[in-house]
């Protein structure tokens, strides 16, 4: 059997595309929240309008989860960074078995994500 060897280099590009693909969402939850607050202002009903704050709670929740991917991210650069001080090159078993549960976070974050966008995009197209 053979098994993946995580180099300290590998994990921070990594980590650069994920700290990259974070802020893009970042940066979409505010064009999104734009949007709410453009038909909070077109709209009365209060269906439309109980859908507008379902929206609104599920983009703070995505933000602070957000949040926590990028504070994780940091932690384990600082630990990839104390490594290269000390000339290690691949992380131990513990740190490399935290990256990949790390990856599978956030495969999972962008299809929850992708989901909420696909939703949001139908809802869009209804009421603006």
Known sequence: MKKEVLYNSNMHFEHEQWK?????WKDELIFFNNKLSELVT??????VLAQLEHYQNEF????GVIEDLQEIIEKHEERIA????????????????EH???RDKIETERHIYAELKKEFFRFLEKYM
């Open 20 to 24: 990259g693909e974070l802020a893009f």
């Open 42 to 47: 077109r709209w009365t009903d209060k269906d």
């Open 60 to 63: 703070v929740l995505h933000g």
């Open 82 to 97: 104390g490594q290269s001080i000390t000339g290690e090159n691949a992380l131990d078993i513990r740190m490399t078995k």
């Open 100 to 102: 990949l549960e790390f």
